[in-house]
T-cell receptor
């Protein structure tokens, strides 16, 4: 069964620093990997989706890389701002276990950006 | 609607009671998913609907949990004889089909006391 792990569980950085969030998965045969943001009491907002054939995706200050062979993805957030404070979750869609588009999530990294 | 709507946003119920959680997906989205998120964990899959039928209910923890989507739009998650361990945030998501363009609702926080 696919296992998704996110390290660290929590991270606090001063404003302006770059954020590096890690996600690892045990089975490299994935369709895609998504990064989500979750604010307290809110649902999940999709940030970036990387297809299995891609190495990275970028959107504004966000860049996500994917290395399927090593089972890793990294989310980089440049020049962090207090508004980036949230929990960041990665999720994989795994064809071996999930035929219907269902996702397997990590537990998330809780980020606090201090002014 | 513009987004996925879930009601109620919060529900407190007594142990042993029956609860219904509602999800109103984005218009035109044929795929609908229910997930459950316990404190400090990522969401876990419960059930997937394609149209009116439950294509995959392998994530439902036991037979106290049931979900319907009678007209292929609104879905209701039903929990019988609630237990304290059922306390969690229940998230609904819809997509164009099989995981394309996921949109999550804000969730229903269920507390069983």
């Amino acid at each position: 069964k696919q296992e998704v792990t996110q390290i660290p569980a929590a991270l606090s950085v001063p404003e302006g620093e770059n954020l590096v969030l890690n996600c690892s998965f045990t089975d490299s045969a994935i369709y895609n990997l998504q990064w989500f943001r979750q604010d307290p009491g809110k649902g999940l907002t999709s940030l970036l989706l990387i297809q299995s054939s891609q190495r990275e995706q970028t959107s504004g200050r966000l860049n996500a890389s994917l290395d399927k062979s090593s089972g890793r993805s990294t989310l980089y957030i440049a020049a962090s701002q207090p508004g980036d404070s949230a929990t960041y979750l990665c999720a994989v869609r795994d064809p071996l276990y999930d035929s219907w588009g269902k996702l397997q999530f990590g537990a998330g990294t809780q980020v606090v950006v201090t002014p | 609607g513009a987004g996925v709507s879930q009601t109620p946003s919060n529900k407190v119920t007594e142990k042993g009671k029956y609860v219904e959680l509602r999800c109103d997906p984005i218009s035109g989205h044929t795929a609908l998913y229910w997930y459950r998120q316990s404190l400090g964990q990522g969401p876990e899959f419960l059930i997937y609907f394609q149209g009116t039928g439950a294509a995959d209910d392998s994530g439902l923890p036991n037979d106290r949990f049931f979900a319907v989507r009678p007209e292929g739009s609104v879905s209701t998650l039903k929990i019988q004889r609630t237990e304290r361990g059922d306390s969690a945030v229940y998230l609904c998501a819809s997509s164009f089909g099989q995981g394309r363009g996921y949109t999550f609702g804000s969730g229903t926080r269920l507390t069983v006391v």
